[in-house]
């Protein structure tokens, strides 16, 4: 498999036209340069040095780019790998990164070539794409994956405020103990689904506790915009480090 320097001439043509959406200018390098759609480029970014492919480059932050799906088809369709890993810091795919985009109709495209909608890798504590959707707010992407199918941890379903999965996990033979229970509610209020930080509350989570980036369940549910389970947690006496 071949490695390229982002600075290389072709990594450069090829990262603009994926960006830019020129889909027939990416089909000319493809078509130019065989095995361009497998290739691996190596970039020094915040996460020091790694290697990505293209579909990579496809669903890089910030996402959104024009023509999305049709340049992952094109890409797919060439030989890129759909379930291709970064090689660094982390292990995430090209789902993982159109997860943490919100980047829907990539998703969907992804997982329409083949992507697997469990890999492991996030950099949330190595989870699936779920993971890292959920854990930075990326809402709209976080349902399309349970629509597709995603398997939801407890975290998952609280945060996303699926309330019968939570009841589900407290009431079965073995609960989640007194710290998933907390950690579950924080995400609830993260999420901004009352109902399912009410439940939780109820089965004993701590309405203090310092989640991501020291925040507490009151923290984050202002930083969110929830009102409603702001208001609720002032009213129980609820404490902020802001």
């Known amino acids: 498999m071949q ?4 600075q290389v001439p072709l990594a ?13 200018g990416i089909r000319q390098l493809l078509a130019e340069h065989p095995g361009l759609a ?12 790694g290697t990505r492919s293209l579909l990579h480059i496809a669903t890089d932050w910030p996402g959104h780019y024009p023509h999305g799906p049709e340049v992952i088809a094109a890409l797919v369709a060439a030989g890129a790998d759909p379930n291709a890993r970064f090689g660094g810091a982390h292990e995430e ?6 997860a943490s985009n919100n980047d829907v109709p990539v998703l969907d495209a ?11 890798g996030a950099v949330i ?19 399309r994956l349970v629509e597709h199918g995603a398997r939801t941890t407890f975290q998952d379903a609280a945060t996303l405020g699926l309330l019968d999965r939570v009841r589900a996990c407290v009431e079965a033979g073995e609960p989640p103990a007194p710290d998933e229970i907390t950690s579950a509610f924080w995400g609830a209020c993260h999420g901004g689904h009352l109902s399912t930080a009410q439940y939780l509350h109820r089965h004993g989570a701590d309405i203090d ?11 984050i549910a202002r930083a969110q915009d929830a009102d409603d389970v702001a208001r609720w947690l002032r009213g129980l006496g609820a404490r902020s480090r802001s």
């Not at 329409?112 to 492991?120: L, M």
């Not at 506790?209 to 923290?219: F, K, M, S």
């Open 93 to 98: 795919t090209p789902l993982h990164w159109a």
């Open 38 to 49: 497998t290739v691996r480029i190596t970039e020094h970014g915040e996460d020091g040095k």
């Open 3 to 6: 490695t390229l320097t982002s």
């Open 209 to 219: 506790w310092c989640g991501y980036d020291d925040r507490t369940p009151l923290d």
């Open 110 to 120: 992804l997982i329409a070539a083949g992507a697997d909608i469990e890999a492991p």
């Open 125 to 143: 504590a190595g989870g699936t794409p779920l993971a890292d959707a959920r854990a930075f707010g990326q809402w709209r992407a976080a349902y």
């Open 12 to 24: 450069v043509a090829v990262t603009e036209a994926i960006r830019g959406g020129d889909l027939p």
